[in-house]
């Protein structure tokens, strides 16, 4: 373990080194950069998919799930080492990542508090959906996920929670609706009423909230839906 561990720590040390070569401290704090044109993915990903064919992620303490979280989030807009871009059930592109090494790798990232893991969280919380059924402690981690500040994480949490089926979802959609002022927030929690939910009365209640709401992505979505459920 060891080795891993010193792996890990090089690994994440040559991509912050790589940053630091490229990019200004401002865009890095801003994380105003691009990931994916990191030029040593594979050697990364070669070290990971290496970890999931010997089962060793269960292994990890928690500051070496930290760097591999570390390099999750870098890897959003690949989507090789969490699978989220892709159609199917599994977790990864790149191997098969055990269910409870996700949800433990899901617990410590919610324990992390920095920026630069927005882009973990908004892929754990999205690939929940292949995890089912919604147990007490995916609900909990879930939960964690929504009341993070970043926005994209908040609206994915929301939407996984209504799809596995969470009791208080149309609680949370009210609170969402009424305290998160974005478009994209607001057009999701009209995607859990119409596409999950399917609560005619309620879609139709908050279709007249979004009415005099700003933004043209919502205002196309409301078209959208008034058009396929024949509203006027």
């Not at 690949?78 to 990864?92: D, I, K, V, Y």
């Not at 893991?117 to 147990?135: C, E, N, V």
């Not at 993070?148 to 959609?173: F, H, M, V, W």
Request: glycine fraction near 4%.
């Amino acid at each position: 373990m060891k080795d891993i561990k010193l792996k890990l720590q090089d690994l994440v040390f040559n991509f912050r080194k790589w940053l630091s070569e490229n990019y200004t401290q401002q865009n890095i704090q801003a994380l105003l950069f691009d990931d994916a044109g990191y030029p040593y993915w594979d050697e990364i990903e070669d070290f990971y998919s290496d970890l999931l064919e010997k089962d060793l992620i269960k292994n990890l303490d928690e500051a070496d799930k930290e760097n591999l979280l570390y390099l999750m989030a870098r890897n959003w807009d690949c989507g090789r080492m969490l699978a989220w871009l892709s159609t199917g059930e599994q977790l990864s592109n790149l191997g098969h990542l055990e269910k409870n090494d996700f949800i433990n790798l899901s617990k410590t990232l919610s324990k992390i508090h920095k920026d630069e893991y927005d882009d973990a969280k908004s892929q754990f919380a999205s690939l929940f959906k292949r995890i089912g059924p919604l147990t007490y402690e995916i609900e909990e981690i879930l939960l964690m996920f929504y009341n993070e500040k970043n926005e994209y994480t908040k609206r994915l949490a929301l939407i996984t929670l209504g799809s596995l089926g969470y009791s208080d979802i149309k609680k949370l959609i009210k609170i969402s609706w009424e305290t998160v002022n974005d478009e994209h927030h607001k057009m999701g929690c009209l995607y859990i009423i119409y596409e999950t939910l399917k609560d005619e009365e309620l879609l139709k209640h908050y279709l007249y909230l979004a009415q005099n709401e700003p933004g043209e992505y919502l205002k196309n979505y409301i078209s959208e839906i008034s058009k396929q459920k024949n509203y006027s």
